[in-house]
């Protein structure tokens, strides 16, 4: 009877360490902490370097490069996240496993992949960036029926004729969608508008005369703000900013983003976001910490910024929750 009580007693123990355990795991985050290991809901650092978030409905769908040291060398993957408040993020998988496509070469690359939503098709169409050495700079285009994928790939070219390397998104306020484009023998990058479909690159709208890449677009109070990053590849540097009343431009001289002996704190741009509430409109800038060495380690800087009037500013990088009905924001303490 001692014996089985006492097997009782650790089978007890082991159940409640257990349940204590993923109870930790399980329990939701209350502040963003830009810089630092970013967990999933499962407790594992998010994968979606150089990624986009498309919003539908209340919920918002991260995707970007995985890069978990688990994959297979030979493939390359999209993973995918969806969030209701930006803080806690559920891994919905891999939402687009890739072989070499079209017989590349073995170190071909596909990056920052960014996903459209058309209302009209009810597809998810998803660009990326694909190239080999950096030479061939192409767009690829996968589609799916759901978000959370799986994505079926379609075709990679060159948009309009012209180079593409880092691609950005943007929706403007009428729906109509925008790819973003580093055409660099052009001297500059490129603002597209996609076919009503979305499954091609359409019409070239303008070409900014600035040597950056990591482009990103948001129409805040009657202004269009555009944020990129120089062309350093990994190594960080001072991002900028330009503005314009139309995105035909003109727009205005590029200035800094944050104190240019930063280097933006060591990030480099990917998106901005526009959270619209019941008391403020707040946009937050995505990016992203690149560890060449150990890329699934790379850490993510989703920061509100300063903006309006013609300025925009990124505050240094510190831990803050956000309150997704009023859109307000709160640094807190570390």
Known sequence: ???ILLKRGRLLLTLFLVTQFTDTFAQKQTVIRPGEIWPDTDGNHI???GGGITQIGDTYYWYGEARAQSQDPDRRYVGCY???DLTNWKFRGNVLEMANPDTLAANWVLERPKVFYNKKTKKYVMYVHIDVNYKLAQVGIAVSNKPTGPFEYVRRFHPLGFESRDIGQFIDEDGS????????PSGGFRIAKLSDDYMDVEKNICLL???????AIIYYEGLYYCVGSGLTGWKPNPNKYATATSL???WTEFKDIAPPEVNTYGAQSSML???VGSKKTTVLLLADIWKPETQWDS????MPLEIGNGKLWLPTPQPYTINMKTGETTFVEQ
């Open 299 to 302: 850490r993510y800087v989703l």
């Open 177 to 184: 969608a925008y790819l973003i484009f580093e055409d660099r």
């Open 248 to 250: 035909e431009g003109p």
């Open 82 to 84: 969806s969030s209701k």
């Open 273 to 275: 976001i526009k959270v």
């Open 209 to 215: 005369k600035e040597r950056i890449e990591g482009g």
């Open 47 to 49: 994968q979606a370097h």
């Open 1 to 3: 009877m001692k014996n």
